[in-house]
């Protein structure tokens, strides 16, 4: 039996109390117990009920919620509590039936309005606690872009990488402290960008102008093998097109990619979709310091690099929607261990360039089916004066979904 709302969660602007509907007010007056920021209980003052700050780390304020189930409980939160708010964390603690929920409009939505942008246009991004590099995807040309900050730092922080992007001539406003009497408003080009005192309450919005060389982080897998630095342990742009292209990858997702080198397969994974993940596993240390910075450089901050030797680095992982081996294929284990991981349905996808891992791919064909193919590519060089094709080693791709 579902217990009756006894959680009230309460989106609060900077115009507290005055911002409130009438029955988030009746709500918050008659709880016995409130949680929230010092800003928030500030802003919602006064209150009549026992008020707690939230404590560091956050997550010990969820037990002193738990513990009052059934009590009329308050959860004080920044606009909406279910846009990157604690809304979502209460939701998989608490049933959806036991809270009832007051939004107040996003930072998002104010910004939206400020600038005159239709808010489904616009790319909306958390840098709250989050890496300022995950936004690096997002800067396309002509894109409209909303971001939450981490502090008063952030806006000057996006400056410097739009700059050093080529996108020194896109237009960011910083809007901060929306909604309440310290609301201020201010622009600028990122490559003249000098405002001081930034509230750390700021949401940035951002009009992205690309130069005709910036990089720009395409929609397509197959980046330029040089925004990879590698010491020779790369799957290359076009063999690495078509393997991203095998291992299809869906919203949401997991990768294993085993192997990792350069991180190259791994990281456009990661950059198919916000929501999808990869944990790649490197026996080399310098080699995974060197994939963790490629993906720092291009944005994929969901790439999770584990160093260690397959398999034995590969137990106790989240099982894997798909699977990529590029490196250690001939070890003894490695394709039992993720096969046996692989998510029914899921995807497995290995590249061979010796004639020792050909032979294990034939036995495995033999074994599990699949598609076979040889890739053979061949690139103009110049020979002196004159140009001429050059053969890459040719690789042989085993391509197979688990039942």
Not at 47 to 71: C, D, H, K, N, V
Request: aromatic share 6%; charged share 20%; net charge neutral.
């Amino acid at each position: 039996m579902a217990e009756a709302p006894w959680l009230t969660i309460i989106g609060i602007g900077e115009d507290g109390r005055a911002g409130l509907s009438p029955a988030a007010l009746a709500a918050l007056d008659r709880a016995e117990f409130v949680i929230g920021g010092a800003r928030h209980l500030a802003l919602a003052a006064p209150l009549p009920a026992r008020t707690q700050a939230w404590p560091s780390p956050f997550a010990e304020g969820y037990p002193m919620i738990l513990a009052r189930r059934g009590r009329p409980t308050c959860v004080l939160a920044t606009g909406d509590p279910f846009h990157y708010g604690v809304g979502a964390e209460l939701a998989r603690l608490i049933a959806p039936e036991e809270i009832v929920c007051f939004p107040h409009p996003s930072a998002f939505s104010l910004a939206a309005a400020r600038m005159g942008w239709s808010l489904p246009d616009c790319d909306c991004v958390s840098l709250h606690g989050r890496a300022l590099r995950r936004i690096i995807p997002y800067l396309q040309p002509g894109a409209r872009l909303l971001a939450l900050s981490w502090d008063g730092s952030t806006p000057e922080q996006l400056a410097e990488l739009l700059k050093a992007r080529g996108m020194g001539a896109s237009r960011i406003t910083v809007l901060e402290a929306m909604g309440g009497p310290r609301e201020r408003i201010r622009h600028s080009r990122a490559d003249a960008f000098e405002m001081a005192g930034i509230d750390p309450l700021n949401t940035i919005a951002i009009e992205v102008a690309a130069a005709h060389d910036a990089r720009i982080v395409t929609l397509a897998p197959g980046l330029p093998d040089a925004w990879f630095d590698n010491d020779g342990q790369l799957t290359k742009a076009e063999i690495r097109a078509l393997t991203l292209a095998a291992l299809a990858p869906k919203a949401g997702e997991l990768l294993w990619d085993i192997g990792l080198g350069a991180g190259s397969v791994g990281i456009e994974w990661c950059l198919r979709h916000p929501r999808s993940r990869c944990i790649g596993i490197e026996e080399r240390p310098e080699r995974a310091e060197r994939a963790r910075r490629n993906a720092l450089e291009l944005g994929a901050t969901a790439l999770d690099i584990r160093i260690g030797r397959a398999p034995e680095a590969l137990a106790d992982l989240p099982a894997p929607d798909a699977v990529f081996i590029g490196g250690g294929a001939s070890e003894a284990g490695v394709f039992d261990t993720a096969w046996s991981a692989l998510k029914p349905g899921g995807r497995l996808v290995l590249n061979a360039v010796t004639l020792e891992t050909e032979t294990l791919l034939g036995t495995l064909y033999s074994r599990h089916g699949g598609i076979m193919r040889r890739l053979a590519l061949s690139r103009l060089e110049s020979v002196g004066s004159m140009h001429g094709w050059r053969a890459a080693m040719p690789v042989t791709q085993w391509v197979v979904t688990k039942p």
